[in-house]
């Protein structure tokens, strides 16, 4: 065997391994693992902070663009009352109505308003309270201010008649203020007192005009704490007589409104 054989190979191993030790100091980790992949200061999470930042930055423009930041409506509708309340009372359409929004974005706006009704009772036999004179016909004025929060859904992928109705679920948090006024006896003070309420239910909202002018229609259930809801004062006097034990109800109410926004 050759002397120089052993020489020769390490010489052959020191030509081969050699490239190898370049790629590895260059990159750092080899020719597949760069410092990037590893380094501490880096943000793994940059692209995908990013796209959201994009998607957010893309959704106000859009917005900024093509949404409405404030609307102004007036309404005419009707306000009724279900249980002993809805039993005493005579309507007086039409219920008048006014209110202010504004626009988060497109599907969330915040409002502010108030609604304005009348209403009637006649009792013209002896009751509770009014045993001897009964108290006639009585007149009642029901105001309420609200602070609203609508939802619009997205309909985008929705057919065209939904998509261009706008609808949106509506909820309220209201204080009512009701007046009864004892029109056949003057000499009977009003009765005044206010009570909180809520209400929920649903709205449409049909342009005109995009983003300028619409027709809305509004389905809304309250359920209110008045004042005399537990009232005894026209009470049968005798069990089963003419009366009512109390004026206990919900209110139900439809509202259509010319908007106008910007």
């Known amino acids: 065997m050759n002397k120089h054989g052993p020489f020769y190979c390490i010489i052959l191993c020191l030509l081969l391994i ?21 380094d501490s200061g880096g943000d793994i999470f940059s ?29 005419l509708g009707l306000t009724s009352f279900d249980g ?16 202010v929004y504004w626009f988060n974005d497109f599907q969330t706006s915040f409002g502010l308003g108030f609604e ?8 013209g036999e002896p ?4 045993r001897t004179n009964p108290p006639g016909f009585i007149s009642i004025s029901a105001l309420r201010v ?17 998509t261009y109705s706008n609808p949106y679920f509506a909820a309220r948090i209201e204080y009512w203020y009701l007046s009864n006024k004892y029109v056949d006896q003057t000499q009977l003070p009003d009765d005044n007192g206010g009570g909180l309420g809520f209400s929920g239910g649903f709205g449409l909202e049909f342009p005109i005009k995009l983003r300028e002018s619409y027709i809305g229609v509004e389905l ?33 109410s439809t509202m259509v409104s010319y908007v106008i926004s910007w």
């Open 127 to 130: 009751v509770n309270n009014f």
């Open 84 to 99: 002993n309340r809805g039993a005493a009372y005579e309507n007086a359409p039409p219920t008048y109505g006014m209110g």
């Open 18 to 38: 050699t490239p190898m030790l370049g790629n590895t100091q260059e990159g750092g980790l080899g020719p597949d693992i760069q410092d990037d992949d590893l």
């Open 116 to 123: 304005y009704s009348k209403h009637s009772m006649f009792i």
């Open 220 to 252: 809304l259930y309250h359920t209110v704490n008045f004042f005399d809801k537990y009232t005894q004062k026209f009470a049968p006097i005798s069990p089963g007589g003419y009366g009512y034990e109390d004026l206990t109800g919900n209110v139900y």
């Open 146 to 162: 609200y602070l609203a929060y609508r939802y619009y859904l997205d309909t985008a992928n929705l057919g065209t008649a939904i």
């Open 47 to 75: 692209d995908f902070n990013e796209d959201i930042l994009g998607a957010h930055m893309a959704e106000d423009e859009r917005f900024y663009r093509y949404g409405r930041f404030f609307s102004f409506n007036l309404a």
